[in-house]
């Protein structure tokens, strides 16, 4: 989950420029430079080792009651545990976006 916590790890995108960079021969090195990145697959990032302080500093509540919903069991009901989901990959999205 690299992608969303680079405080710990490192931006895996920054890593991939500097290889980039440090390929062009420092004459070539001049001007200014573009990157596109018209896609950043990443594959599907859903932890992360700080991610519950992260849950419970942004949905304001604590995620271990609802660890079983992301096993695909209910708890309370189907509402609560979808909306638990939602608040699961809401963060997820958040982090991304942050980082």
């Given at each position: ?54 849950f419970q500093m942004r949905r304001g509540y604590d995620w271990r009651r609802y660890l079983p919903v992301m ?29």
């Amino acid at each position: 989950m690299r992608q969303i916590q680079p405080r710990s790890h490192g931006s895996p995108l920054r890593a991939i420029l500097q290889q980039v960079a440090a390929g062009v021969a420092a004459p070539d090195r001049q001007g200014a430079c573009d990157a596109l990145i018209d896609s950043y697959e990443v594959g599907f990032q859903n932890w992360t080792p700080g991610f519950p302080e992260e849950f419970q500093m942004r949905r304001g509540y604590d995620w271990r009651r609802y660890l079983p919903v992301m096993a695909g069991r209910i708890v309370g009901s189907t509402g609560i545990s979808e909306r638990f989901l939602w608040d699961v990959r809401r963060t997820q999205a958040d982090m991304m976006a942050d980082n």
